[in-house]
Each structure stands twice: as C-alpha cells, then as structure tokens.
C-alpha cells in the first residue's frame, strides 16, 4: 500500500515557467487537499477536493489551479511560477469516518 | 475561521529530560479534533497524537502525552524521557467534528521547533 505519492520531490523553475505537482492515493479517498508549509508560517490550505469533479480554494488559493478527474490523483498546476510560490507543498488525504488525515512526503519547489 | 497559535518557535530539551510544548486554539466549535504532527528533517509529516474534544481524558501514546484544558483552550504537549530522536519541527493543527467539506480541512500552528541536547 504505497499511501499518497507526490512527484517529484524537489523542483527548481524559473520565473514565469509552468509546471504540475502529481499527487496520487491509493486508499479511494474521497478527500484531497493541498497545502504549503514556508518558514515561520506553518501548513496553510490552498485547494481541497470531496471527491472526483468537486474543488474549492483554501486560504492561499492565487496562483495554483486544480481539478479531480479522478479519486485516485489530485494536481497542482502553477501557470506561471513566481518567486513567492518557492516552498514546501504537501498533499494530504482522508475520507468520512477516518480522524487524521495521511499525508505525502512533499515536494520541495524553488522559483528562480 | 479558527486559529492555532504555537508562541515558542523553539525549544531545548536535554535527553531523558521532560519538555512541553505550547498550543493554544481559537474556534466557536463545541466538538473538534486537536492533533500533534512531528516533522523531521526528512520532511515527512507524521502524525504523534491526537485529541477528541468531547473527550475529557487526556490522550496518551507512550512517551507523548497532552494536556487539553477546552475551557481555556489549551493543548500542550509534553515528551517524556526526550531522546535524540525526538528532535523535529512540530505542529499543532486543529480539525471540526462535523460533516461537511470544510470539516476535512486542517489548520495548523507556525510550529516549534524542538532540539534535544546529548
């Protein structure tokens, strides 16, 4: 059971680029989140996800697109990389009934 | 909106010596979930303790135990024995009871940072 899988697991992009974070469960968990861990600030949400077809923006939504075509896989997308999205990115997944939530190792993302 | 406030970036703490770390909460809620996450070096977020707030007891795993006063709003953890091994970033993080999209959602403290000293 391999959990929540995030690809890749460090990135280096340069202003203005484009790229897509991959985040895959194998649990058939309905719910999926992102969040963003920087220095001195903690895990703050940017989007989550109740299921395949449904998002909605966390607290620090700007900048980051998403959608769930698929129970299993929840990305990220970063249209147009910019210095202040340089950070820790964490996806985590739950379902209705299950407390804590399970959480991916990370991609660690620079912005140049 | 809730808010969880960490007010000790870091911490030191000799091995096999005792150390608490601070949490306090903001939230309307009556029913909720309170949780310590540890974060080593390795990045990866894993999960040391968890409380139920319609629980009165105490919840304890091992050395990790946490003080949960609801009136004040208060969750502090305390490490018993520390060991090396212990040192890490942890996070208080908050989570609603209720049914619904947002009660997924988890918010999370700034952190504190531990360090045990040999």
């Known amino acids: 059971n391999a959990g929540v899988t995030q690809t890749p697991k460090f990135q280096v992009l340069k202003t203005g680029q484009s790229m897509t974070l991959q985040c895959a469960q194998d649990m058939n968990h309905e719910y999926m989140s992102w969040y963003r861990q920087d220095p001195g600030m903690g895990l703050r949400l940017i989007h989550y996800s109740v299921g395949a077809g449904i998002t909605d923006q966390g607290e620090v939504p700007n900048g980051y697109n998403v959608s769930r075509s698929t129970t299993e896989d929840f990305p990220l997308r970063l249209l147009s990389a910019a210095p202040s999205q340089t950070s820790v990115y964490f996806c985590?997944?739950?379902?209705?009934?299950?407390?804590?939530?399970?959480f991916g190792q990370g991609t660690r993302l620079t912005v140049v | 909106a809730q808010t969880v406030t960490q007010s000790q970036p870091e911490m030191s703490v000799q091995e096999a010596e005792t150390v608490t770390l601070s949490c306090t909460y903001d939230?309307?809620?009556?029913?909720?979930?309170l949780f310590w996450y540890k974060q080593p070096p390795s990045r990866q977020m894993i999960l040391v303790i968890r409380?139920?707030?319609?629980?009165?007891q105490n919840a304890t795993e091992n050395r990790f135990s946490v003080n949960f006063q609801k009136a004040a709003k208060s969750f502090s953890l305390k490490i018993s024995d520390s060991q090396l091994g212990d040192a890490a970033m942890y996070f208080c993080?908050?989570?609603?009871?209720?049914?619904?999209?947002?009660?997924?959602?988890?918010?999370f403290g700034k952190g504190t940072k531990l360090s045990v000293i040999p």
């Open positions: 409380q139920e707030a319609y629980k009165q």
């Open positions: 939230t309307s809620e009556s029913d909720y979930y």
């Open positions: 993080a908050y989570r609603r009871l209720h049914s619904g999209a947002g009660s997924y959602q988890l918010t």
């Open positions: 985590a997944s739950s379902y209705p009934g299950l407390i804590e939530a399970f």
